[in-house]
């Protein structure tokens, strides 16, 4: 647990964008609940003039901070651009150049890609943009190297995502290298969607919400295999438990999920295995039992492709990072 908070977050706000984007970043990292003890972020939305501005469907917003208070977080987010083939504004620019320069750290979502680029921040870096616009970008800025896959990209200090929705996924990727998954994956409770989506953009129809809101039973039985990760987990059973025939449970299943049962298990047996590592001592061996992996060979498995590195390294170098922070 942190005691301390996990700094400053600015949002940039423009004439034409949608309550959506900017707030994804607000709904993260700006509201506190009262059941997670937890110091949290400090947001602030900037403009780079404090004149109202039209957001789409014609509210208008004004904010008291300007793209000087923009460039002083802890973490700098363009939700997107208005329009990627109009230049960038010259302020924000300079703002993100700035910020960059001081050590923050940089985040774009969907279209904001092309303001970084602009910036030339993304010079020689992988970086993701929606996939409408992976092309363009990959032609107008030849030096970056963009991933059109990808829900986000995160490159150290600088991070993208994908599609607007694909920046909830990036804002919970955050929470997590900040607050351990244990915070992450409450806040995704609070949200009601999966605290890691597995896949990357090609499965830009997955559905983020984890159940069938409209199949009970389906639900249900998901709650129950989330609670009994530990043991043995069959698609026969889950059929059963859902009163379906195995086939009828795996179509509806990935209509309601995006992805198999077996995977959908998986998922969730490495996110508890994330968990254990953060908040005990429990040896591998018996995270292992513990989240219903074989041994753990399995669990390494699993556990490298989806968060990059071994459940023993994952553990060191997130107490490292406690005993810094």
């Known amino acids: 647990m942190a005691t301390s908070s996990p700094g400053t977050v600015s949002v940039l706000a423009y004439d034409g964008m949608t309550g959506f984007e900017s707030g994804i970043v607000a709904e993260v990292f700006g509201l506190t609940w009262p059941d997670i003890d937890q110091p949290w972020y400090d947001l602030k939305v900037c403009a780079a003039d404090r004149r109202p501005l039209t957001m789409l469907g014609g509210a208008t917003m004004r904010t008291a901070y300007d793209l000087d208070h923009f460039a002083a977080a802890d973490t700098v987010v363009v939700p997107s651009v208005r329009n990627p083939d109009e230049p960038v504004h010259a302020g924000v620019i300079e703002a993100l150049r700035s910020a960059h320069a001081r050590g923050a750290r940089v985040v774009s979502i969907c279209s904001g890609a092309f303001a970084l680029a602009a910036a030339g921040l993304l010079d020689d870096r992988p970086a993701t943009t929606h996939w409408r616009y992976a092309d363009d970008l990959q032609r107008r800025y030849p030096r970056i ?3 059109r896959d990808p829900l986000y990209v995160d490159d150290g200090d600088i991070l993208s995502s994908a599609g607007c929705a694909a920046g909830l996924d ?57 609670a009994h990760l530990d043991e043995p987990i069959r698609v026969a059973d889950l059929a059963r438990r859902t009163a379906m025939s195995e086939r009828t449970f795996v179509r509806r299943f990935a209509a309601a999920t995006g992805t198999s049962p077996a995977q959908w298990v998986i998922e969730r047996r490495v996110q508890r295995a994330v968990e254990l590592l953060e908040t005990t001592d429990m040896p591998v061996e018996i995270v292992c039992g513990a989240t219903g992996f074989a041994s753990p060979a399995a669990l390494r498995h699993h556990f490298v492709p989806r968060m990059g590195t071994s459940p023993t390294a994952y553990r060191r170098t997130f107490r490292a990072q406690q005993v810094a922070g």
């Open 170 to 226: 990036l804002a919970l990727h955050l929470v997590r290298r900040d607050l351990g998954a244990a915070t992450a994956n409450a806040v995704a409770r609070r949200l009601v969607v999966s605290p890691h989506r597995p896949g990357g953009q090609s499965q830009y129809i997955e559905a983020p919400v984890a159940t069938d809101p409209d199949d009970e039973r389906l639900a249900a039985t998901l709650a129950w295999a989330q």
């Open 145 to 147: 190297r963009v991933d």
